[in-house]
């Protein structure tokens, strides 16, 4: 039984980690139905014709359509490059200290996207795909996800290992096999560099399924020279792209949650009192192997309302902050804040306002769908961390991986705060952009000013709870692996004692029964597990 216990452990601890956050800033952002034009992405319709349109609401994302028509070579692509390659360059490319930033620590490159018409992908053939991403100038080579159908309705993933200009088709060569994805709606594709191997790992939704990427080679367009990011559809295609995104910095393993630590803890502690108990004791219980036991009882019992009061947090924490900004007037009535994404699940515990009215300031928490969680009207009274006051709300729980907004009614002469400096955010989200309508009690997705006041508009905010009373999904796997371990040392324990003579017990009615089950006063379901595993062989 204690080799089961021991194997089921080794299983749990490999359900402890996971996909981590992002760890570093936005370098650029396509988001939702924004023209890219208007993001710093140059516009490259190479040898073939284009059509755009903005979507506000497909499948319930905004995104913006892309739609290529051509004769040869066919590409229509919004770049973000610079340097010295034979691509127009686009956009501003990027900044030597940008550059630096991604050889030390990586990049991030996400697309969320989805195909709507294109040739099917023949990976022995003509190996048209019709979306792309690509982040070019990195060790030398050049990194792409692209999507491509397989004439079924579904979607193929490929990452090439060459790409090359043929005739009229612009092919892509896999590296490995091309990753199915059952029909055509929207994923996050992401790929994260690692600049010490020089490879990158692909994730779908946040679930690590290619490595060792080494990039492509090229036969024409981006190459090493254009450091810089690109994004649009090929091969008479039409995508929407309801994000595409560059960051500095990897995805990480995430750290396991502290409640799954300290029921480890208790766990390695009963293996140990078993250890003991197995040197030192004999057939009848002793006193000190008693006392060791009720010991990892209450530390059982004891170990997650402790961790979950470590939670607790002082006071309000903002989940963005910023050292410095220009604080205006708006200049009419407005509904402005900012989109972000989350790189896990969170639940939002109070909505935020850096300015609140008098009267009170109402803050909205929404999705591109058009779906509102949640609302508040934020005081002058309400608690503060000294630059927001928050307003509790309901708590409310978004998803992994998913593009949120939050915004606030902001009327005529009411102050904001935009082109802030020192902008840092809680690593379970990142800041995407500005947002902002004409007009009070919208929900904005777009910016009216094209980016002029990034970052901005604060304004809005809102706090990550740190006091959830659900248990982590990975203390939950941990707990479920002991409980199975004391279920089955339950089984064995009367088994064996029920066929020692020492150890039975008459019944009055006579013949003789199974021996009871003693618990202690701290007889919890952990303390259930504890003892299973420390008595179990």
């Known amino acids: 039984m204690k080799r089961a216990i021991r194997g089921l452990a080794a299983l749990a601890l490999l359900l402890l980690g996971g996909v981590g956050q992002a760890q570093g800033g936005s370098i650029i952002t396509h988001q939702g139905a924004t023209n890219p034009a208007t993001e710093n992405f140059g516009l490259w319709p190479y040898n073939g014709g284009i059509a755009t349109a903005p979507i506000t609401n497909d499948n319930g994302y905004a995104a913006w359509q892309i739609t290529n028509s051509g004769n040869s070579n066919q590409q229509a ?59 070019a100038g990195f060790n030398g080579s050049r990194f792409d996800i692209g999507l491509g159908s397989d004439g079924l309705g579904n979607t193929l993933v490929v990452l090439p290992k060459s790409i090359s ?35 990158a790992s692909l994730f779908v939704d946040g679930v690590e399924k290619e490595t060792g990427y080494a990039g492509s080679t090229v036969t024409g367009g981006a190459t090493a020279n254009n450091f810089g990011l690109t994004f649009g559809s090929t091969d008479n295609a039409t995508s929407n792209f309801a994000l595409a995104e560059l960051q500095s910095g990897q995805l990480t393993s995430a750290v396991p949650e502290p409640s799954s630590l300290a029921l480890l803890g208790v766990v390695a ?13 004999h057939p009848t219980r002793t006193k000190g192997v008693w006392q060791m036991k009720r010991a990892i009882l209450m530390l059982a019992a004891l170990a997650l309302p402790l961790v979950e009061a470590g939670h607790a947090e002082a006071g309000p924490v903002s989940a963005v902050n910023f050292t410095g900004g220009v604080t205006v007037p708006t200049g009419g009535n407005l509904s402005a804040g900012w989109s972000f994404t989350t790189n896990q699940s969170i639940t939002i515990d109070a909505l935020a306002d850096a300015f609140p009215l008098i009267t009170g300031s109402n803050v909205r928490l929404y999705d591109g769908r058009g779906s509102v969680f949640a609302t508040a009207t934020v005081l002058p009274s309400d608690p503060t961390d000294g630059t927001f006051n928050f307003h509790s709300i309901t708590p409310v729980t978004l998803p992994a991986h998913g593009t949120f907004f939050v915004a606030a009614d902001t009327p005529l002469g009411q102050s904001t705060t935009i082109l802030v400096t020192g902008l840092t ?20 997705t777009t910016d009216l000013q094209n980016g002029a006041n990034n970052p901005g508009y604060f304004g809005p905010s809102f706090e990550i709870s740190r006091t959830s009373a659900v248990p982590e999904p990975s203390t939950l796997a941990l707990a479920g692996v002991v409980v199975a371990g004391a279920i089955g040392h339950g089984w064995r324990r009367r088994r064996s004692l029920s066929e020692c003579p020492a150890h039975r017990r008459h ?20 303390g259930f597990v504890a003892t299973g595993i420390e008595t179990g062989n």
């Open 77 to 135: 692509f919004y770049n973000q490059l610079g340097g010295t390659g034979p691509f127009d360059q686009g956009g501003s490319g990027l900044t030597a200290a940008q550059i630096n930033d991604i050889n030390a620590n990586g990049f991030i490159m996400s697309l969320r996207a989805r195909i709507v018409q294109g040739p099917a992908y023949d990976p022995s053939g003509t190996q048209k795909i019709s979306t792309d991403i690509a982040v």
């Open 507 to 526: 019944d009055p009615r006579g013949g003789v029964s199974r021996p009871p089950i003693h618990w202690t006063s701290a007889g919890s379901l952990l």
């Open 165 to 199: 200009f043929n005739g009229d088709v612009f092919s892509f060569a896999p590296f490995g096999s091309p990753l199915l994805i059952s029909g055509a709606d929207y994923h996050l594709y992401q790929l994260s560099y690692n600049p010490g191997t020089g490879t």
């Open 269 to 281: 502690a009963a293996l140990t009192g078993h250890g003991w108990r197995r040197r030192h004791g």
């Open 425 to 444: 955010t809680d690593p379970a989200i990142n800041y995407v952009g500005e947002v902002e309508s004409a007009a009070l009690g919208t929900n904005p």
